[in-house]
């Protein structure tokens, strides 16, 4: 109870402190003509790019999600593309038929037969990571939604 007390009073006084180093100078959006600026400008940039990103037609897929990928015949692939830590990620999401647990093991097969290793597994939410040569990474989630079930497969490549 002790240590609760003085935990419970460290936080206080910190937390005192730290609104206590304030400005005396109140901050307004006033001009002194006691008009309000208000900056009401958007940046689209960055949902431009978004929507540049995401492709809806297996024939777009990036060169380097490999092609032999047992993707359903005639899925609606979405396609996100993410680059970060000098690797691009292809986030490719679709929906999957009521046999979540034969989809699942097709892409367990499809991964260890062409080289990864799986590095975590998570059988009961069917979902798995797996890395080949500690710089590819293929990861895969099977969501079921009710009505309809979201798998989404991850493709991780370096950058060239």
């Known amino acids: 109870m002790r240590k609760f007390s003085l935990i419970f ?3 206080f006084a910190l937390g005192t402190l730290l609104m206590a180093c304030g400005s005396d100078e109140e901050q ?3 001009d002194s003509d006691g008009k309000i600026d208000v900056d009401v400008s958007t940046n689209n940039e960055a949902e431009d790019e978004q929507e540049e990103d995401v492709n809806e037609d297996e024939s777009t897929l990036p060169d380097e999600v490999p092609s032999d990928f047992p993707f359903p015949d005639g899925a609606n692939l979405e396609v996100v593309t993410n680059e ?4 691009i990620n292809y986030a490719i999401s679709f929906s999957v038929s ?3 647990e034969a989809h ?5 097969e499809y991964a260890t ?7 975590t597994e998570d059988k009961e939410n069917y979902s798995f990571k797996s890395m080949k040569e500690s710089t590819e990474g293929l990861g895969v989630g099977i969501s079921d939604m ?9 493709f991780t490549v370096p950058i060239d």
């Open 9 to 11: 009073l460290l936080y």
């Open 28 to 30: 307004t959006n006033e």
């Open 84 to 87: 970060m830590a000098g690797h």
């Open 98 to 100: 009521d046999e979540i």
């Open 104 to 108: 699942y093991k097709k892409y367990i």
């Open 113 to 119: 037969s062409n080289g990864y290793d799986i590095t």
């Open 146 to 154: 009710g009505s309809v079930n979201i798998a989404t497969v991850t």
